[in-house]
């Protein structure tokens, strides 16, 4: 089983709306938690970060995080066509410190 | 630097040819991470270190596989006899703790014919 496992997409979603993305992770120790976009040819470029359960804003984005669950999620509010990208969750396992990433979720808004 | 620097960022390898990939990281960083993706996939964890010490290579896939961080600052990471499998972006990122926020650089493609 995939240590931190995303739908692969892709995910469409209207200029204006919200786009939701998903990610489970399986180690109950993990500690932090981090969302990265990923532009074709690119390298991924950190959005976001979070260490505890609940949400946490910034700018269009909300990360929320349930450690019960397993689960961790990205919100973009007013998506545009500009966030069209491949979005990575990533998981440090408090034990190992490494970071472990998804497979990514690729979202395209459109216009 | 300001950003975790990676060179080359292309590098085209006859198969068998040994290879070199440089990384500098961000001033101060202690953490250093090596990352292998494939195409439509995301980064595949190679190794770690912190400091000059490589504190996990668990995900080095063979023994054709070296990295090292001699002085704890810039990290090379070695492929030797490279094999067409080997052909993917190497990436390379850093951060400031255990735990915290790592920052990628440009990545180096790598392609073995």
């Known amino acids: 089983q995939k240590e931190v496992e995303q739908n692969s997409g892709p995910l469409s979603v209207p200029e204006g709306a919200i786009a939701s993305l998903n990610c489970t992770y399986s180690?109950?120790?993990?500690?932090?938690f981090f969302w990265y976009r990923q532009y074709s040819g690119k390298s991924p470029e950190l959005i976001m970060s979070?260490?505890?359960?609940g949400d946490k804003e910034d700018g269009r984005f909300t990360a929320q995080l349930n450690k019960a669950s397993q689960y961790v999620s990205l919100l973009i509010r007013d998506s545009q066509p500009s966030d069209s990208a491949t979005y990575l969750c990533?998981?440090?396992?408090?034990?190992?410190?490494?970071?472990?990433f998804g497979s990514g979720t690729r979202l395209s808004i459109r216009p | 630097g300001a950003g975790v620097s990676q060179s080359p960022r292309y590098k085209v390898a006859k198969r068998g040819q040994d290879v070199a990939l440089r990384c500098d990281p961000i001033?101060?960083?202690?953490?250093l991470f090596w990352y292998q993706q494939a195409l439509g996939q995301g980064p595949e964890f190679l190794t770690y270190?912190?400091?000059?010490?490589?504190?996990?290579k668990s995900g080095l896939p063979s023994d054709r596989f070296f990295a090292e961080r001699p002085e704890g600052s810039v990290s090379t990471l070695k492929i030797q006899r490279t094999q067409q499998e080997d052909s993917a972006v190497y990436l390379c990122?850093?951060?400031?703790?255990?735990?915290?926020?790592?920052?990628f650089g440009q990545g180096t493609r790598l392609t073995v014919v």
């Open positions: 990122a850093s951060s400031l703790a255990l735990g915290g926020e790592a920052f």
């Open positions: 180690d109950r120790v993990s500690q932090s």
């Open positions: 979070i260490y505890s359960n």
């Open positions: 990533a998981v440090s396992y408090s034990s190992a410190s490494k970071i472990i």
């Open positions: 001033s101060g960083h202690v953490s």
């Open positions: 270190f912190q400091n000059e010490a490589q504190l996990d």
